[in-house]
C-alpha cells in the first residue's frame, strides 16, 4: 500500500530559519570571540575555534577598504566607512573578507612607515625610514580587525600589501631607495626591477621582518583573523623562496607569543604548484595551480581528494579582475568550490572606479549573483556537519558532493536536469534550492533502498540539492528504522535489515503497515518479498525499492534507479504552495514551497 501525507504549510519556521541565516553570517554571535582559528583536526579542509565547529568561511574583498585608492580623489576610508562595507557584506550573508594592509604604493594613505625625510620622495612627500613604524597606522589596522570581529566576522591581514606594482612600478612604492631613507635597501635592490624586493640580503630582509614583527605585536590578541604574506608575488625561484621563509619567519616569531594565528600564501603569476607543499597552513591557488603536476582546477572548485591546506579559493588569482561577462561562471564557482571542501572568496569591485571593468566608482549591482551565492552557501554549508562530510566527485553523477554517507549529501548540479546520486539505505528530508533565483523550491521526504537514486530539479538550471537522514537514534543495518525503535518497538534486528528473511527489508515492511517478523504474511507458502500481491507480474521486492504499490494493480515500476521528481507528474509530490519573506531588511527574497509529502516506498 502506498501512503502519503497530506500537503501541510511549513515555511514560517523554515523560510525564517534561513533568513537568520543569512544576518548571522557566523556561528558566533556578534562580537564574541570563541578562541584563535585553527585548522580542525578532524577535517582540516576547515578552520575551527574553541567551538569546535568547522567553520566555511566565504565573502568580499575590496582593495581600498583601510587604505586610500591612489588613482582616485576619494577620501582615505573611514571607520564609517568601513562600518558601512561590512553592513553591505553581511546584507549578502558574508562572513569573511581579506585586509588589504601593508600597501606601499605611493598616494595609497596611511602607511604603515613614517614619513620622516630627509629629501623628497616620487610623490613629492618626505622621504620614507623603512625601520620607523608609524604607530596611527596599526591603530587603524587594529580597529578595523575589532570591527571584523565585532561583527562575528573573520578577515585575513596581509604583511607586505600587493607586490603587482611593485613588478609594474617599483619606483611607485616606498620600498624603492629612492622613496626612502634607507641605504640598506639601495645596496639590496635593484631599482629597476621590484622582483629585487624578494631579496636575499640578511640586512634588507630584517628591515623587512621588523614590518612582521609591529604586525603581530599590534594583532596577537585578536582572535577572528589569520596572516596572509604578501598578494601575488610571482613563481620566480626567489619570489617562492622569501616568500616560504617569510611565513616560517611569522610562524617562529608568533610561537614566542600568547596566540598563534595561522599563516598562509595566496597565488598569482605563477606562483602555481608551490604552495601546496610546504609550511604555510592555507592557500589561495593560481591558474597555474591545477596543471598536469598539481591537484586539479580550481576555477572548477578544485580537487576533492586535496586536504593538506586550507583552501581559500579567490577569484583574485583565477580571473583577476571581475568583469560582468564572468558574472555567470562566477556564481557557480561559488557552489562549486563549497562541493569540494574549499572556501570561496570573491574578488570585488564594490565603489571602486574601474571603468574598463564595468563598474565607475559606486557598487555596480551587475555583480550582485556571486555575492548573493556566497550567502547562499553559507546557509547551506551550516546544513552539513563539515566536521564529517568529505567532498566527493562520485558520489554525484554532477562530480559535486559533499556528503557524510547515511546522514546528509550537499550536490550541485552546475549543468541543467537530472543527475544521480549515490544513497546510502535509509529515509531522507530533502530540499530542493533553486542557486539563480535563491529560492527553495521544494521539500518533503523519501526512503531510499540505496545505490544510485535518480533527482531530477523541479526548475530549469543549475541547482543545490540538501538530503538529510531524517532518522534518529542510529541505524546500524541501513534499512530506515533506527536501532531503538527495531529494539524496543518492532522487535526486530538491529543489525539486520530484513529479520524475517523475506526479501523486504524491515523498513519497508513497517512503512506499509505489515509485520516484518512474518516471513509469508499471506500463508501461500511464497516469502512475501517474492509474491506479487497485485498480479502486475513484479515481485513486491522489487516494488518496495522503486517506490511503487504492491497491492493495487496496475502500478508497473520502473525497474533500475529508483526516479525521484519533484516535478508534476513526477514519482514525487510537486510544490504546492509557496511564500514570501524579505529577509529582515536584506532585500533577499526567499520563497520556500510547503511541501510536506512523505514518500514511502511500498
Known amino acids: 500500500m502506498s501512503t502519503t501525507q497530506s500537503p501541510s504549510t511549513h515555511f514560517g519556521v523554515g523560510g525564517l530559519i534561513m533568513a537568520i541565516a543569512l544576518v548571522s553570517v557566523s556561528h558566533r554571535c556578534a562580537g564574541a570571540s570563541d578562541g584563535v582559528l585553527r585548522r580542525h583536526p578532524a577535517n582540516p579542509r576547515y578552520v575551527t575555534d574553541d567551538s569546535g565547529t568547522a567553520i566555511f568561511l566565504t565573502g568580499s574583498h575590496t582593495w581600498w577598504n583601510v587604505q586610500k585608492d591612489p588613482d582616485s580623489p576619494v577620501a582615505v576610508p573611514t571607520s564609517q566607512s568601513f562600518s558601512n562595507y561590512l553592513d553591505w557584506m553581511q546584507s549578502h550573508g558574508h562572513n569573511f573578507t581579506r585586509l588589504w594592509v601593508g600597501l606601499s604604493y605611493l598616494g595609497c594613505e596611511p602607511y604603515p612607515w613614517s614619513r620622516t625625510g630627509p629629501g623628497t620622495a616620487h610623490d613629492d612627500g618626505p622621504k620614507f625610514d623603512m625601520t620607523s613604524m608609524n604607530e596611527s597606522y596599526f591603530d587603524v589596522v587594529r580597529e578595523r580587525v575589532l570591527q571584523v570581529q565585532g561583527r562575528g566576522m573573520y578577515c585575513s591581514v596581509m604583511f607586505f600589501g600587493s607586490h603587482n606594482r611593485m613588478k609594474s612600478n617599483f619606483p611607485g612604492t616606498a620600498w624603492h631607495p629612492e622613496n626612502n631613507v634607507n641605504p640598506e635597501l639601495a645596496s639590496a635592490f635593484d631599482p629597476d626591477d621590484g622582483y629585487s624586493f624578494f631579496t636575499t640580503d640578511a640586512v634588507a630582509r630584517e628591515i623587512q621582518r621588523q614590518l612582521v614583527r609591529t604586525f603581530i605585536d599590534e594583532l596577537n590578541d585578536v582572535d577572528n583573523m589569520m596572516w596572509e604574506i604578501i598578494n601575488e608575488p610571482g613563481g620566480t625561484a626567489a619570489a617562492v623562496a622569501w616568500h616560504k621563509d617569510m611565513v616560517e619567519y611569522a610562524k617562529s616569531y608568533e610561537a614566542t607569543k600568547p596566540k598563534q594565528h595561522l599563516v598562509g600564501m595566496t597565488g598569482g603569476w605563477g606562483l602555481g604548484t608551490e604552495m601546496l607543499t610546504g609550511v604555510a597552513d592555507w592557500i589561495s591557488p593560481d591558474w597555474d595551480a591545477y596543471s598536469t603536476t598539481g591537484p586539479g582546477d580550481y576555477h572548477q572548485g578544485g580537487p576533492a581528494a586535496y586536504s593538506d591546506k586550507v583552501v581559500i579559493n579567490d577569484t583574485d588569482h583565477l580571473w583577476g579582475y571581475s568583469d560582468l561577462v564572468d558574472v555567470e561562471d562566477h556564481r557557480k564557482w561559488v557552489w562549486k568550490t563549497l ?147 527495531e529494539s524496543n518497538v518492532h522487535g526486530t534486528d538491529p543489525t539486520d535489515a530484513d529479520t524475517d528473511d523475506d526479501g523486504m527489508s524491515d523498513g519497508d515492511e513497517v512503512a506499509g503497515g505489515l509485520d516484518p517478523l512474518n516471513t509469508d504474511q499471506d500463508a501461500n507458502g511464497v516469502p512475501d518479498g517474492q509474491d506479487d500481491w497485485d498480479g502486475d507480474g513484479v515481485d513486491n521486492a522489487t516494488e518496495a525499492a522503486a517506490g511503487t504499490s504492491a497491492g493495487t494493480p496496475p502500478d508497473d515500476p520502473q525497474v533500475g534507479a529508483a526516479v525521484f521528481s519533484c516535478e508534476p507528474g513526477g514519482a514525487g509530490p510537486a510544490p504546492v504552495h509557496a511564500a514570501a519573506l524579505v529577509a529582515l531588511g536584506l532585500g533577499l527574497v526567499l520563497a520556500r514551497a510547503t511541501t510536506a509529502h512523505v514518500m514511502q516506498l511500498i
Not at 396 to 419: D, I, K, N, R
Not at 434 to 459: E, I, K, Q
Request: aromatic residues 10%; hydrophobic residues 30%; negative net charge.
Open 339 to 485: 562541493c569540494r571542501g574549499n572556501h570561496p572568496i570573491y574578488m570585488d569591485p564594490y565603489d571602486a572606479n574601474q571603468p574598463d571593468h564595468d563598474n565607475h566608482g559606486e557598487v555596480n549591482p551587475g555583480f550582485d549573483p556571486p555575492r548573493k551565492a556566497m550567502g547562499y552557501a553559507l546557509v547551506y554549508a551550516h546544513k552539513v556537519d563539515l566536521a564529517a562530510a568529505l567532498p566527493d566527485e562520485t558520489v554525484a553523477s554532477t562530480g559535486y558532493c559533499l556528503a557524510e554517507p547515511g546522514m546528509t549529501y550537499l550536490v550541485y548540479q552546475p549543468g541543467s536536469g537530472a543527475f544521480t546520486v549515490d544513497l546510502q539505505p535509509g529515509e531522507y528530508d530533502y530540499e530542493w534550492f533553486d542557486p539563480t533565483t535563491g529560492t527553495v523550491a521544494g521539500t518533503g521526504s523519501l526512503r531510499a533502498p540505496g545505490g544510485d537514486r535518480s533527482f531530477t530539479p523541479p526548475f530549469g538550471g543549475d541547482a543545490v540539492l540538501h538530503l538529510s537522514s531524517s532518522a534518529t537514534g542510529g541505524d546500524a543495518d541501513g534499512d530506515g528504522l533506527t536501532d531503538d525503535d
